[in-house]
């Protein structure tokens, strides 16, 4: 087999027509939560691909959802997942990072940047530079005004630059196409909380109930 060909056959863009027990090809980044990981496809996070997080309103567990992962990226990066270490750069968050509570993750906070564009566009601009700059093992952004061009755009620089993004959103962009590889839904469930795969690339779509228990032998 050709060099080019086994390189494009590597690629997490390619879908590949497969029984689900064959594996994705590629290895995904452990999120920390093995009733999760079961779901997605390489058993983990898309490496260097978009993956949004939707939400009612921010605040209600989508960082406790990511830490596990972000946390190892900010230490050592990760290898096996083809991750390199680098900087952790949160994007217009809307709320200051509590550096206690990263620290008490294991957070690297030498490690983490904080980004606050004056507008919008500034943010999405900021995120894409981050991106492709192949200096960051993850970048989080938090924005209202992302569109399907946009989440292209992030998409394609996070496979330039290696990266791992993640874009929070309103439940609002639920009837709005997205780029990104993975798309996560966020509520609150009877015992936890839950997850709705809204759209996986090379999975299917799944609901988790209370993802942070430990998984039912």
């Not at 008490?104 to 904080?114: E, P």
Request: aromatic share 6%.
């Amino acid at each position: 087999m050709s060099d080019v060909l086994e390189k494009l056959l590597q690629s997490p863009r390619l879908w590949r027509g497969r029984s689900p027990a064959e594996g994705t090809g590629w290895q995904g980044l452990s999120s920390g939560y093995p009733k999760l990981d079961r779901h997605l496809p390489g058993g983990g996070w898309p490496p260097h691909a978009l993956t949004e997080i939707l939400l009612e309103h921010y605040g209600t567990g989508e960082l406790k959802l990511l830490m596990p992962a972000l946390t190892r990226l900010s230490q050592t990066g990760d290898e096996d997942a083809a991750h390199a270490a680098g900087w952790i750069v949160w994007i217009a968050p809307p709320f200051e990072p509590y550096a206690p509570a990263l620290a008490q993750w294991g957070m690297n906070l030498s490690r983490v940047l904080v980004v606050r564009p004056k507008r919008a566009a500034e943010a999405l601009w900021a995120a894409e530079q981050a991106l492709s700059s192949g200096n960051c093992a993850a970048v989080l952004l938090w924005s209202e005004q992302m569109d399907d061009v946009e989440s292209r755009r992030l998409q394609l620089a996070a496979e330039n630059g290696r990266s791992w993004a993640i874009a929070f959103r309103s439940v609002k962009a639920l009837s709005r196409s997205s780029a990104a590889a993975l798309r996560i839904r966020v509520s609150a469930g009877d015992k936890g909380t839950d997850l709705g795969i809204l759209k996986s690339r090379g999975g299917r779509p799944a609901v988790i109930r209370d993802y942070a228990s430990a998984p039912e032998q």
